[in-house]
């Protein structure tokens, strides 16, 4: 399990930025979020709406980031 930083533009999985995240680099989780954030949106319109579902990706994030600390990062791709 990588915990050092991930160094910018380095192709890391979810797990490693995660990680690097948790050790204070706030960039590394906008760059996860990044790769899963066209996906996680078009499943949030086939579901709810294009309208709701800006208003939920949002929370969704939000969600990710306050739990970002207990994902397990044997799992290199935080996306289920």
Request: proline share 2%; with cysteine; hydrophobic share 40%.
């Amino acid at each position: 399990m990588n915990t050092k930083s991930v160094p910018r533009g380095t192709v890391a999985s979810d797990a490693d930025l995660i990680a690097s995240c948790l050790a204070g680099d706030e960039d590394a989780f906008v760059r996860m979020i990044s790769r899963h954030e066209e996906a996680i949106s078009r499943y949030l319109v086939r579901q709810v709406g294009r309208e709701a579902a800006q208003d939920l990706l949002g929370e969704v994030w939000i969600a990710a980031y306050t739990s970002r600390a207990s994902y397990d990062r044997s799992y290199a791709d935080a996306r289920p």
